[in-house]
């Protein structure tokens, strides 16, 4: 590797803003994870009740949902939702497009929230669910305040593994218009292609650098709140 | 009775059949020695790996098994002209952003995919041709006359496809209030033009006029015809390949005899579009 190629290389950097990209990616893992996790804590909840069409009905998302490939989600949002049935989340034109996406990564990965809980349901022994029956909790109450406690905790490590398929899938964003950094890899690539092996470099690096704490900080979380028994 | 009956004309038709496929065959045949016989080295053996389009209705597009248009049809003639027959083509996919790679791993022996040349790619990769001046050009509804050039698209919302040069372009130098919409492909694109959320798509004037000539759109959306850029596409060779001056003299033959004009018409004229008369057809540029 010559010295033009890396000032090449760094040239990159003032032509494009490749931290600002990230930087999108970021936002739509945040607000996509927290939308998330709360339609697949209502999915989890619905799936273990006992009534039987609600446990339908959640088998039925998480099943449509996490067999459907995540572009197609997007992309549908887009021209579907936007498109056809005219749905604006966002005066603003690029916004709207930015809430679009994150509605679409956050309804694909709710399914696996549900998933990842669920496997978390299967890791509180049966014993505790029939304690909290006995002492007079209802569904509800045994739910929130007995299974789904030990249920989060025995699911960190699932959960962080669904944080961190959200983070690189969140790339997919940019079939629904939204400037990220799959997006201005293309472009990147399109006019420098001088460089081109520098620029998957940048961007793996990119993610390595966001998603290997993600990994660690998860990791070591599941091993303190596991719930010792 | 019956049965018998049908089983006959069952064996007419697989009779029929069968001679037409052969007849096929001998064409086929025909064109390889044709090739052979042209070229100075006697022909070429092996096959040449062409690398386009599969999804550019009009350029490049995979038809079930067949490849159609207008950089398939320039491809075919340039083979033949360096000996190769129709059947020692191997029509391989090219997407944008793969290429350069494509050209430097040797994945593919030259590549026409609305190709264009510029400095940044002559660093890495060779080019014969130009075989096309194309421009960028907007393509909107058929009956919107509000819009006649990219100054008219202020305010206005805009498809293009995702890492494209031409959407920013507009941006940059033209329309700063645009709206823009990317999508992956420019089927999308038409889609949303099409369903009204967007007034234009843009690339260059042979795409929307190889879209605007597929059937499910025809009469629907039309191209604009004031082209604003020069995009000379070129066919990509791998650096310092040594083919680069037959393809050359190829291109400049295919264009004197009218095969040039030919391809075109067959391919896009029926959105009614013409090429800017000014630079096309092109004078080949000689191999550096």
């Known amino acids: 590797m010559d010295e033009g190629y890396l000032e090449k290389f760094l040239s990159l950097f003032d032509e494009y803003d490749v931290l600002a990209a990230f930087w999108v990616n970021i936002q739509l893992s945040l607000y996509a994870a927290v939308i998330a996790l709360v339609i697949g804590t209502v999915l989890a909840v619905m799936r273990i009740s006992p009534v039987p069409s609600l446990r339908w009905a959640g088998a039925t998302y998480v099943t449509l949902l996490r067999n459907t490939p995540l572009t197609i989600i997007i992309v549908f949002c887009v021209l579907g939702l936007w498109g056809q049935l005219g749905l604006t989340l966002s005066s603003d034109f690029q916004t709207n497009f930015f809430r679009l996406a994150v509605l679409g990564l956050a309804v694909y990965h709710a399914a696996f929230v549900c998933e990842a809980l669920r496997s978390g349901v299967n890791t509180v022994p049966v014993g505790q669910a029939e304690a909290a029956r006995a002492i007079g909790l209802g569904f509800w109450s045994a739910a929130r305040l007995v299974i789904l406690p030990q249920a989060f905790r025995g699911a960190v490590a699932p959960l962080g593994n669904v944080l961190i398929a959200l983070i690189k899938n969140s790339t997919v964003a940019a079939a629904g218009s939204v400037a990220e950094t799959s997006g201005l890899m293309r472009t990147m690539i399109e006019f420098r292609p001088d460089v081109i092996f520098a620029i998957f470099l940048t961007f793996a690096v990119g993610y390595v650098i966001i998603v290997v704490p993600v990994g660690l900080a998860t990791t070591s979380l599941s091993r303190r709140l596991a719930v010792a028994r | ?288």
Not at chain 2, 48 to 73: C, E, H, N, W
Not at chain 2, 168 to 175: F, L, P, S, T, V
Request: hydrophobic share 40%; aromatic share 6%.
């Open chain 2, 1 to 288: 009775m019956r049965a018998r009956r049908l089983a006959i004309a069952l064996t007419a038709v697989a009779a029929l059949t069968l001679g037409a496929c052969s007849g096929g065959a001998d064409e086929a045949d025909d064109t390889a020695d044709a090739g052979a016989t042209e070229t100075s080295d006697g022909g070429a053996e092996g096959t040449l790996r062409v690398g386009i389009k599969f999804d550019q209705p009009g350029l490049g597009y995979q038809d079930g098994s067949d490849y159609t248009g207008f950089d398939v049809a320039v491809a075919k003639y340039v083979a033949e002209k360096l000996g190769y027959g129709a059947d020692q083509i191997e029509w391989v996919q090219a997407p944008s952003a793969q290429r350069e790679t494509m050209l430097q791993n040797a994945q593919v022996d030259m590549i026409f995919a609305t190709y264009s040349i510029t400095d940044k790619r002559k660093e890495v990769v060779g080019f014969a041709g130009p075989y096309f001046v194309a421009g960028q050009d907007l393509l909107v509804a058929a009956d919107d006359d509000s819009i006649s050039g990219p100054e008219d698209l202020e305010g206005k919302n805009l498809c293009s496809v995702t890492g494209s040069t031409s959407a920013q372009r507009i941006k940059d130098e033209y329309a700063t209030g645009t709206n823009l919409l990317e999508q992956p492909g420019y089927a999308e694109c038409v889609t949303a033009l099409v369903a009204g959320t967007v007034d234009a798509v843009t690339t260059d004037d042979i795409i929307l006029a190889g879209l605007a000539a597929i059937p499910a759109n025809e009469g629907k959306v039309k191209v604009v015809g004031n082209p604003f850029s020069e995009e000379n596409y070129g066919v990509g060779l791998p650096k310092d390949s040594e083919v680069c001056e037959d393809v050359n003299a190829a291109i400049t033959e295919m264009i004197e005899d009218g095969s040039w004009q030919e391809a075109l018409d067959e391919n896009v004229g029926a959105s009614g579009y013409v090429p800017n008369d000014e630079l096309n057809p092109p004078t080949v540029v000689a191999c550096a």
